[in-house]
T-cell receptor, first 113, second 112 residues
């Protein structure tokens, strides 16, 4: 079945690295995504990784994928106060024909100055 | 470039009243369109998706409905709102066989 889980809350100090974790259950996932939601706003696509990759880096963001453990992580280097938001992990399952994403419940990142 | 719009941004409606939320997409043709609901402090629940004009798939049984009268237009409706319909409604699009979804700014609905 489809189930994506994330921890609810993470607090870090400005300048530190943040690591947000996600686990998923369906091994047929094709793409895995990270979205950012600021208060009162829609979801902003941050990055995504194809399931045959194990790492992707994009400026301050590093995504690690462990397919064996079905574990996805997002590392934000040099975390800034502007990074405070809710971060959603999502998986895409091509085989279902549904063409929709299954989202985790989101991790609220709080960056303390 | 592609843009996605939603309106209204905020809506306060009494229980039992009708609802119409609109989503439009510019800069792309034949997009897949999605309606999600986000309850307070929760993740996103897929409500409807559409792969073309007049083609709507419903994910959960409820008192909401969706329509796609134009390729670029996706409407979420209800004949009679319930208190439990309160939430943040997000529209998203993806292009053809591409799976990545891009979200609109959302509509916050409060049913009193």
């Amino acid at each position: 079945g489809e189930d994506v889980e994330q921890s609810l809350f993470l607090s870090v100090r400005e300048g530190d690295s943040s690591v947000i974790n996600c686990t998923y259950t369906d091994s047929s996932s094709t793409y895995l995504y990270w979205y950012k939601q600021e208060p009162g706003a829609g979801l902003q696509l941050l990055t995504y990784i194809f399931s045959n990759m194990d790492m992707k880096q994009d400026q301050r963001l590093t995504v690690l994928l462990n397919k064996k453990d079905k574990h996805l992580s997002l590392r934000i280097a040099d975390t800034q106060t502007g990074d405070s938001a809710i971060y959603f992990c999502a998986e895409s399952l091509r085989d279902t024909g549904r063409r929709a994403l299954t989202f985790g419940s989101g991790t609220r990142l709080q960056v303390q100055p | 470039s592609q843009t996605i719009h939603q309106w209204p941004a905020t809506l306060v409606q009494p229980v039992g009243s009708p609802l119409s939320l609109e989503c439009t997409v510019e800069g792309t043709s034949n997009p897949n369109l999605y309606w999600y609901r986000q309850a307070a402090g929760r993740g996103l629940q897929l409500l409807f998706y559409s792969v073309g004009i007049g083609q709507i798939s419903s994910e959960v049984p409820q008192n909401l409905s969706a329509s796609r009268p134009q390729d670029w237009q996706f409407i979420l409706s209800s004949k009679k709102l319930l208190l439990s319909d309160s939430g943040f409604y997000l529209c998203a699009w993806s292009g053809g066989d591409q799976e990545t979804q891009y979200f609109g700014p959302g509509t916050r609905l409060l049913v009193l």
